[in-house]
């Protein structure tokens, strides 16, 4: 049960504190600033690796789940289980989102400011990118030692930096599905499940 319970608190830190920049920046007018949302959610991950990297491999992703185990460094009959916990504790920080800031229209969701089909490429690329790293500074199933979070925090950093503007730079199911279900925001969300797991998949074969 640790490693589940590692991945519904993991997951639940990432989402409250990264849509937590967003949904402060929306109710704010700006306060955060997108520079400062995007180093939010870097020094999350970062933090969160550290913290349970040796208990559950910190993946706080259903996209880094997928990977590891078509890499084969990861039992696929774990997949439901940590699927399950990552989107437990997505959804548990969006609800808690959605009590402190009712006033919020979208509590950090995910949406494309470019058409389907262009932010579908791009989420499936960030996704690449992201898993191309964790799959090499990663240990097994593991994201451990004194640089994978560095390198992993500093990945999510730069590609919410850059691709922030353009589709919020999801790179993970399980955050977008809390806001959009707390939110009521289902608008274009199928891309945002779709490109990250095919993105991983890419990149676990381009590393084979």
């Not at 180093?39 to 550290?50: D, K, P, S």
């Not at 390198?151 to 977008?176: D, K, Q, W």
């Amino acid at each position: 049960m640790r490693k589940y319970i590692s991945e519904i608190i993991g997951t639940f830190s990432l989402i409250f504190c990264g849509t937590g920049a967003m949904t402060i920046n929306e109710v704010t007018g700006g306060d955060v600033t997108h520079v400062g949302i995007a180093i939010t959610w870097g020094l999350i991950v970062m933090a969160m690796i550290y913290a349970f990297g040796e208990i559950s491999g910190a993946h706080f992703n259903p996209a880094v789940t997928i990977a590891f185990a078509y890499a084969k460094k990861f039992e696929w009959k774990e997949v439901p289980k940590y699927v399950a916990a990552q989107c437990l504790g997505a959804i548990l920080a969006s609800a808690i989102m959605l009590f402190l800031f009712p006033d919020s229209e979208y509590l950090g969701g995910t949406l494309p400011k470019l058409d389907e089909r262009r932010a579908m490429v791009f989420e499936l690329l960030l996704t690449y990118f992201l898993i191309v790293v964790i799959i090499n500074v990663s240990t097994g199933s593991k994201e451990i030692g004194t640089m994978a979070g560095i390198a992993i925090g500093g990945v999510v950093l730069l590609e919410a930096m850059f691709a922030g503007p353009m589709t919020n730079a999801s790179m993970n199911p399980a955050r977008s599905l809390g806001p959009a279900l707390l939110s009521g925001h289902w608008e274009h969300q199928w891309l945002y499940f779709v490109a990250p797991v095919i993105g991983a998949l890419l990149a676990v074969i381009t590393c084979k």
